[in-house]
């Protein structure tokens, strides 16, 4: 069931939240084991909450848009007295003693919380091979991975664990696992969601998001965690999100670019399955009464390689703190350095391990120019052809991923494979602007693909109504 | 001041100083959360996610801290700028996120100077923001980190926000650093900034030391020194350290750049670490903070709202007295100067101010008012009262306040009617015709001996009553006739 409806329901009195939160719990209990959605599973507190809101419901008090609908949370966003792991060993054990905003959100908003969802460690890859929990699985083939790094979340919203859930986006860690697992994922302007309580892996690229069966309930649920917080300094100072009322108003009239660098024979490594989709979501575009042409974003193809040195370089100095000396558990040793050397070394994986010594490399003295300095112009780069792009087109449109998901295995012994996952992603977190995952169809294989639709920084409103119409098309809709 | 050199060692040789000071901005809360700023209290209480560096939690910039490192620019004559935030990286327990959030390229403050009680003006580099850190104690081993059996680490201070003013190599020696701090203090005490308290480790200093022979231009290998605590120390360490950089370039070799902790109990530097030691910082731009961009209007009125400094408080202190600047430093260090000025408009005689101010009240002014000072030192130099008995009365009033007048009375210091002083004056001369001889007919020297032996006679003749002034004016008259 669609969340908007379950909130409809809720809210009226149609239905308990008690037995939505109930159904959900039935349907992890059947089939969690299967796919390993959830680090933890809060049912016993989620069932709490659905009788607070039941019993509020009784007593004639109107409540938020999300009034009982059942949301699983990456376990990567605070939440208080509530195990947030990141999927990491270095942080096995630890409480938050806060909430993320967008946890305090979600709840006043009437949403019920069902667990934690598992991750690569900190976020750090495009499988959730690379959880110390153990991998994530793909609800629609139990032998292929759910993409990454919120793999959980979008296994979790595919599998019926809940119709809401929220992940990160660093460099397409909602809209890949979104595309790969056949649900909407969204990444909002950076600045749009508020970033307190999400534990940093790359402070200037991570940004939260919804993901959802429906174009709608993300739309819904983005309007409910965005707007100003002033607990983060980078947060937009603009109030939430208004995309319902804007969001059947479809694409008359819109001029869409097709990005030829992530796009067809642009793109390296695209399967076909992926080309043909893309081609597809073109005649459709063009059906509903838009103009679709090809569009040049020449900067995006160093996006890959500047990504590569930002985010480990901002990621070794967030991941710095991780000693053993305040929280997480702790080893040992004789002295301070040893005992946080130890620490470390025993509590993140390879991985993490690799981008801590890029990123500790790449700004180092010397080698700061070279490398940081360097990728941050490619960045203005990137943002600059975006602009020139965005003067031709209202939104632009691409893969999300260029393969369907692919075999738990096939990628982990080769990191720059599983980085190619994200080269159409990544983009947009370089720039800051807002992108989502469509999903568009099957292919041969009979697994999803998803389409990306990007938009300038600030134009939610117009991504979401061409996503709409995307979706409308697609045979997916269950409105 | 212990001199641990004697001048030939230091003969040839000039010291060169920079200091770097590091002063807690007194503001309510942190520099970046809202947990308290204050100093003592239960360890780790004055904390919160921000200030202990919890996972997911996020800085916002304290804006009263701003705005107290923009005073701290505006009153050392900084240029105030746009700057940026960056992170300053490395590994220690005391550093919750593992890295400091400091300023690198653009400072907030940049180029200014500080003018010295002697005049002189000292470079100030620059004068950024940053977090302090938390503090730990070590157990066991004498509080030595190395024999320590165990730490123990308080975050109350972690977070607190920070000026980092970093001065020229422009000091040549203890006595120029300890002024220039002692200076920079009460710049910071006055405006406001900080309650400037060495003891309770408000302001820290970090003294970079080269030394290089006379006559050279070239600036020779530094040492910087941590861990000094007070005034003393930073005259003693600068002393300590000087020596034995010449004598390791005396015996021909040549100074490692090095970190060197200045340790009180054995007065002397030990090495911490080699510049090949030292740590790479890896400073790159704090993406959690966005640039600080303080509007003109803003910085206008942060200017407008700036007290009297030191420095101008010693300028208008010393034309309303006639006297070099230098000469007033000690009254504004003691916060005399507005007391002075009030005295002076009340028409007090203007040298007496200051020589009262200077030696007889260093305690404080207790209850003595402006105006009441200003007549005593009129009844002084009309030679109402004595040198002796003003001092006794300035006293009364600073202890009990009070009519000068009144007071003066009460303890029978009337003047002495010239005629009968005179009668005494002449007694006294005959009893003693030998030495009032050598009082006329001797030179300058022994007239000026004789001149101190009668006024002793008269003075405790007329118990201390007489005004020696008036005494030597009636012995001079006496021998010109």
Not at chain 2, 340 to 357: E, F, P, T
Request: with cysteine; charged share 25%.
């Amino acid at each position: 069931m669609k969340a908007t409806e379950i909130a409809e329901k809720v809210s009226s009195g149609e239905m308990s939240a008690r037995s939505v939160v109930e159904h959900h719990i039935e349907t992890i209990n059947k089939i969690e084991s299967d796919v390993n959605a959830f680090n933890l599973v809060t049912a016993e507190q989620a069932l709490i909450d659905a009788d607070e809101i039941d019993s509020k419901i009784a007593s004639g008090e109107t409540l938020g848009p999300l009034a009982g609908v059942p949301i699983s949370i990456k376990d990567n966003l605070c939440t208080r007295g509530v195990e947030t792991t990141c999927s990491s060993k270095i942080l096995e054990g630890w409480k938050p003693p806060y909430n993320a905003t967008v946890i305090e959100k979600l709840r006043e908003a009437g949403a019920v919380i069902m667990g934690k969802t598992n991750l690569d460690e900190f976020a750090m890859g495009s499988s959730t091979e690379n959880s110390a929990f153990g991998p994530t699985r793909n609800p629609h083939n139990l032998e292929l991975v759910p993409g990454g790094s919120s793999g959980g979340s979008a296994a979790a919203v595919a599998a019926g664990f809940s119709p809401l859930a929220l992940g990160s986006d660093t460099g397409g860690s909602i809209r890949q696992p979104a595309a790969l697992c056949g649900v909407v994922g969204v990444k909002p302007t950076y600045g749009r969601v508020s970033r307190y309580g999400l534990v940093a892996f790359a402070s200037s690229l991570d940004q939260v998001g919804p993901f959802a069966n429906t174009v709608s309930d993300a739309a819904l649920t983005l309007e409910v965690i965005s707007g100003h917080d002033p607990r983060d300094s980078t947060s937009i100072p603009e109030k939430p999100l208004e995309i319902l009322e804007v969001l059947n108003q479809g694409v008359d009239g819109m001029r869409i670019g097709v990005i030829e660098e992530l796009s067809g024979k642009g793109l390296e490594g695209i399967s076909p399955d992926v080309s043909s989709r893309v081609e597809e979501a073109v005649k459709v575009f063009s059906n509903a009464g838009a103009t679709v042409e090809s569009a040049s974003v020449p900067a995006s193809i160093y996006g890959l390689s500047a990504y590569y040195v930002i985010a480990p370089a901002e990621a070794s100095s967030n991941l710095a703190r991780y000693d053993g000396i305040r929280f997480g558990p702790r080893t040992e040793e004789a002295t301070t350095a040893e005992t946080m050397t130890a620490t470390r070394t025993k509590g993140f994986g390879d991985e993490v391990k690799r981008r801590i010594m890029l990123g500790t490399y790449a700004l180092s003295a010397g080698y700061y120019d070279a490398y940081y300095g360097k990728s941050q112009r490619v960045r203005t780069l990137i943002m600059n052809d975006f602009a020139k792009a965005y003067e031709k087109f209202d939104i632009l449109i691409s893969p999300t991923a260029p393969t369907t998901a692919f075999p738990l295995g096939d990628k982990t012994a080769d990191p720059m494979q599983m980085y190619l996952q994200d080269v159409c992603t990544i983009p947009s977190n370089l720039a800051g602007h807002p992108a989502m995952s469509v999903p568009f169809g099957f292919g041969e294989d009979g697994m999803p693909v998803g389409i990306q639709i990007l938009a300038p920084a600030m134009a939610e409103r117009e991504m979401f109504q061409a996503a709409k119409v995307l979706e409308s098309e697609s045979g997916k809709d269950i409105e | 001041m212990v001199k641990i050199l004697n001048s030939l060692d230091i003969k040839g040789w000039e010291t060169v100083i920079g200091l770097e000071v590091h002063a807690e901005l007194a503001t309510k809360t942190k520099m970046f959360s809202s947990a308290l700023n204050s100093f003592g209290g239960e360890p780790n209480s004055n904390t919160d996610p921000v200030s202990l560096g919890l996972p997911g939690s996020l800085p916002v910039l304290n804006e009263k801290a701003v705005e107290l490192a923009i005073r701290v620019g505006l009153a050392l004559n900084c240029q105030v700028q746009k700057s940026v935030f960056a992170r300053k990286n490395y590994f220690y327990p005391d550093m919750p996120k593992a890295y400091q959030i400091s300023q690198f390229d653009l400072p907030i403050n940049k180029e200014g100077w500080l003018e010295l009680p002697d005049g002189r003006r000292i470079g100030i580099e620059r004068a950024h923001l940053e977090e302090d850190t938390g503090k730990i104690t070590h157990i066991g081993g004498g509080g030595r980190i190395h024999e320590a059996s165990y730490s123990l680490i308080d975050y109350n201070r972690s977070g607190v926000p920070l000026i980092e003013i970093v001065g020229a190599p422009e000091l040549r020696g203890p006595d120029d650093a300890r002024d220039y701090v002692s200076e920079l203090r009460s710049i910071l005490v006055t405006i406001g900034a900080s309650d400037g308290k060495m003891e309770e480790g408000s302001l820290r200093v970090d003294c970079n030391v080269s030394v290089r022979r006379d006559g050279t231009e070239e600036l020779g290998t530094r040492c910087e020194i941590k861990n000094i605590n007070s005034l003393r120390s930073l005259g003693r360490a600068i002393e300590y350290e000087a020596k034995r950089q010449i004598e390791i370039i005396e015996s021909g070799q040549e100074i490692e750049q090095q970190t060197r902790h200045w340790d009180e109990a054995e007065g002397r530097t030990h090495k911490l670490r080699s510049k090949e030691e030292a740590f790479d910082y890896r400073y790159f731009p704090e993406p959690d903070l966005v640039p600080v961009e303080p509007s003109e209007e803003w910085i206008k009125e942060i200017a407008n709202s700036l007290p009297p400094l030191p420095r101008d408080r010693r300028h208008l202190l010393a034309e309303a007295i006639g006297v070099e600047p230098t000469e007033t430093s000690l009254i504004v260090e003691r916060d005399l100067d507005t007391f002075a000025l009030q005295a002076i408009s009340s028409n007090a005689d203007k040298n007496r101010v200051l020589v009262h101010l200077e030696n007889n009240l260093a305690d404080g002014i207790g209850k003595l008012t402006p105006e009441a000072f200003a007549s005593l030192t009129v009844m002084e130099t009309n030679g109402e009262l004595t040198a002796t008995q003003t001092k006794r009365v300035l006293a009364d009033l600073v202890e009990s306040g009070g009519d000068p007048q009144g007071i003066a009375k009460s303890h029978g210091f009337e003047s002495m009617d010239n005629s009968e002083l005179e009668e005494i004056v002449e007694r006294i001369i005959s009893e003693n015709s030998d030495d009032w001889l050598s009082y006329i007919n001797g030179d300058e020297t022994e007239r000026k001996k004789k001149s101190g032996f009668f006024v002793g006679l008269i003075m405790k003749e007329t118990s201390g009553q007489a005004d020696g002034k008036i005494v030597n004016q009636i012995l001079s008259a006496k021998a010109e006739n």
